[in-house]
């Protein structure tokens, strides 16, 4: 009788005897690897050799580019391995903004719109003359822009076109040769704030663009105005007004992403966070704003109040519950600072801002039927008023009459428009209170 061994099984594998799993391990080689790449890339913003040419050394930069791409066409078409290629292509993308920081500073060196500032020697790129600086450029973009568009084709197909463009736009704004950091916020913000836009209007919610290659993708075009904004924190006098405008364009920011947050809590925290951002953002750079105009108490005032006010006011937009009281907290700060500005300096400008402001606020506040504001407003409207006419039995100023009736005019005038597209006005203002509603029970 032939005796049949029973099987063999193999034991499971136990927390101290582990089973090999060859996705992790390639994973983890392509991080360490791509994180080797970046760091190595990231150095040349703040690496300077005794010997040898900036210009040179930058051309080291770019050839890395060149052979990142070799290394996607050797693993792509001989290895057939198509996520090591994608790696690579991504980090061809991801060293571009480092090549055009390098290449900034290189222009920058000869084209400065501004006193050169003194730098350390880590972070100072200098070119031979104007025209090296120039060839720089050209020879740059001659390299960057096929490798980008490439990049972008094999990791987001649908908008590789699109991609490319605005990767391109921020990263030519690194190249611009100033480094005033209020003109720098300026750029940055506004490519920030426009990337944004378009990736929550555009990219955002794609299934194409939702891999991570495609997410990948979408990331790149931030990376240039980031550096940019880095570059004045780390190299040159980051002051109060700079740090303004980075809390401003953080709240344009976060007001733009707000905008498809669902969830009462969450938008409510957001739009307080964001209001605060904008309210101290406002605060920092409005020393810098009013100073060279050279602008008189009352003017200097409302400059700072009216602005926050109006800033809070867009922010409640974004929040629910709390929708009322950020609302209420921007009616409190115009009216407030009207008065303050009457109070602190008696003239006509003060006392045209009290009117101005209250009968914008109690106009604002009978037509949504709030008594409150239109009573709030009303007083201070009539607070001006009284002090216009105090003002005319001492002195003689064309200001005051000139202005009540240009105002006086405006506001007939507002009122026929009102009465004849009232049913327009009615309309949009019921679709606007829909989608609200319908947001808050999302």
């Known amino acids: 009788m032939i005796q049949v061994q029973p099987e063999l099984k193999t034991p499971a594998p136990t927390d101290n005897q582990r089973a090999f799993d060859p996705d992790a391990l390639t994973r983890a080689l392509r991080i360490a690897g791509a994180a080797l790449v970046v760091g190595s890339a990231s150095t ?14 930058y051309a080291m930069l770019v050839g890395q580019s060149l052979l990142l791409a070799a290394a996607a066409y ?96 921020a990263n030519l704004l690194v190249l611009v040769p100033v480094r ?22 555009r990219f955002s919610g794609r299934a194409r663009l939702d891999t991570i290659e495609g997410k990948l993708a979408r990331a790149m075009p931030f990376a240039a105005p980031l550096i940019m904004l880095g570059r004045v924190f780390h190299l040159y006098h980051a002051g109060t007004s700079f740090v303004g405008g980075v809390l401003l364009i953080a709240a344009a920011c976060l007001f733009q992403f707000l905008g498809g947050v669902h969830g009462t809590g969450r938008r409510d925290t957001g739009a307080w966070i964001c209001a605060a951002f904008a309210a101290i953002g406002w605060g920092c750079v409005w020393p ?23 800033l809070v006011g867009m922010v409640s937009q974004r929040a629910v519950k709390s929708r009322g009281a950020l609302l209420g907290g921007a009616t409190l700060t115009a009216l ?32 949504v039927k709030a008594l409150v504001r ?57 679709e606007t209170r829909a989608r609200r509603l319908a947001q808050q029970d999302a």
């Open 74 to 169: 050797f693993v792509g078409l001989s290895l057939r391995e198509g996520r090591s290629a994608r790696t690579f292509l991504a980090l061809v993308l991801a060293t571009m903004p480092v090549g055009f920081a390098v290449l900034g500073g290189l222009v920058y060196s000869q084209f400065h719109w501004e006193d050169m500032p003194v730098l350390p020697s880590y972070a100072t790129w200098i070119a031979p003359n104007a025209l090296s600086a120039l060839l720089a450029v050209a020879g740059t973009l001659a390299v960057f822009v096929p490798l980008a568009v490439v990049s972008f084709i094999a990791l987001a197909r649908s908008e590789a076109r699109a991609l490319s463009v605005v990767f391109f736009v």
């Open 180 to 201: 005033n950091p209020l003109v720098v916020v300026l750029l940055a913000g506004a490519s920030l704030i426009g990337l944004l836009r378009l990736e929550l209007r």
């Open 288 to 310: 810098d704003v009013v100073a060279p105009l050279q602008v008189g108490t009352t003017v200097t005032i409302l400059s700072l109040g009216l602005p926050i006010a109006a």
């Open 44 to 57: 040349f913003m703040l690496q300077h050799w005794d010997g040898g040419n900036d210009l040179i050394r």
């Open 374 to 430: 239109t009573l709030s407003g009303s007083a201070v409207a009539l607070f001006g008023l009284v002090v216009q006419v105090w003002l005319a039995t001492r002195t003689d100023n064309v200001l005051r009459w000139a202005g009540m009736s240009v105002l006086g005019v405006l506001l007939i005038v507002g009122s026929a428009y009102v009465e004849r597209h009232r049913a327009r006005i009615a309309r949009f203002w019921e």
């Open 336 to 367: 407030l600072s009207a008065l303050v500005a009457c109070i602190v300096e008696l003239d006509s400008v003060a006392a045209l801002g009290c009117i101005v402001v209250g009968v914008t606020i109690a106009v604002w506040g009978a037509s």
